[in-house]
């Protein structure tokens, strides 16, 4: 079983239903993105439409830009054998967005595991609890503004040569 992109007349059909969606392709993934007020209808309609059928819901995740946050949502059709990029932005002041677990149950998982290391809140999920780290934990270990702890001459300073990690010093031109 392969896996094609969606097509332009099924992205034109989403987009005629949302028009405020913002189209991009990255390579061979079609995405869009949502606003978070519009991303459970969106979700609804791509899954219950048979010509989108997406049945399964790959990964979720979070992404920190330092000025804005994003959840990507990765779909996949096994019927259709398509596939969708999804991207709700949200701002650091406002990090909710919809749980989308009513509509895949995959999303229970990720979305803890995104909670947890994000601090994004999915609202109406039935169990947001860390997944990774202790429930005292202080922060969210993957956004950009969590403190290292770490000394930064062990940040900065590596005694080892690139022969110790089998790097050549003088690579052939």
């Not at 399964?56 to 990029?85: I, P």
């Not at 005292?136 to 969590?146: I, L, S, V, Y």
Request: glycine fraction near 4%; charged fraction near 30%.
């Amino acid at each position: 079983m392969g896996t094609k992109e969606i097509s332009v007349e099924l992205i034109d059909k989403i987009s005629r239903e949302f028009p405020n969606l913002k189209k991009e392709k990255f390579v061979d993934w079609h995405t869009l993105t949502v606003g978070r007020d519009d991303l459970l209808n969106l979700c609804e309609l791509i899954k219950r439409d048979p010509e989108l059928d997406f049945d399964f819901l790959t990964d979720l995740s979070g992404v920190d830009y330092l000025e804005y946050m994003e959840v990507v949502y990765h779909l996949y059709s096994y019927n259709k054998q398509h596939k969708l990029a999804l991207k709700v932005r949200i701002t650091r002041n406002d990090l909710n967005v919809p749980s989308v677990t009513s509509i895949w149950s995959t999303a229970d998982w990720h979305e803890r595991e995104t909670y947890d290391l994000f601090g994004i809140v999915f609202q109406g999920h039935p169990n947001l609890k860390r997944i990774f780290c202790t429930d005292d934990f202080p922060g969210h270990a993957f956004r950009k503004d969590f403190p290292l702890e770490n000394d930064e001459e062990y940040l900065l300073e590596d005694i080892k040569s690139p022969e110790d990690y089998g790097i050549a010093r003088d690579l052939p031109s």
